[in-house]
């Protein structure tokens, strides 16, 4: 069996029974077998829904909201560690995610796209939280001399 892929060559399988069998053969195969088949990253509802979005549907703002509020939140709060914080953050979040929507360039995936945002964010907060931690610490540590 074999595949064309795009420079017009051939790319051969070897047979899974015989000693001549190299997984990296398989695997080179296989990454342009899937190259061809997903030509396009994103399906026609991430491109309306971002389109609509940034035309201000507000069901489409609610869409992707529901798609992503569930996985977000769990990051956020495996960083955070803390429930509260982990919700302003995802509040906050979400409002710059569709305040920068048009800056999307569907280089690529938008829940990725969404991820880094959010990471970002939560990665702000704790920092701002430890230099808030480290203040409170000093004026304690001033108050007891």
Excluded at 43 to 56: A, G, K, P, Y
Excluded at 128 to 144: I, P
Aim: with cysteine; net charge neutral; glycine share 2%.
């Amino acid at each position: 069996m074999h595949l064309w892929c795009h420079s017009r060559s051939i790319i051969n399988f070897p047979k899974k029974n015989s000693f001549q069998f190299q997984p990296f053969q398989v695997s080179c195969a296989l990454y342009y077998e899937m190259r061809f088949i997903n030509t396009h990253r994103f399906s026609n509802s991430d491109t309306e829904l971002v389109s609509q979005c940034i035309h201000n549907n507000r069901k489409a703002q609610k869409m992707l909201y529901d798609n992503y509020k569930y996985a977000m939140y769990t990051t956020i709060f495996r960083i955070l560690g803390n429930a509260d914080d982990a919700r302003d953050v995802l509040q906050d979040a979400f409002i710059e995610v569709f305040e920068n929507l048009e800056c999307f360039r569907f280089e690529s995936t938008l829940g990725g796209w969404i991820k880094v945002i959010f990471v970002r964010k939560a990665l702000r907060r704790l920092k701002v939280d430890k230099k808030h931690e480290s203040l409170e610490e000093a004026e304690n540590l001033e108050g007891e001399s």
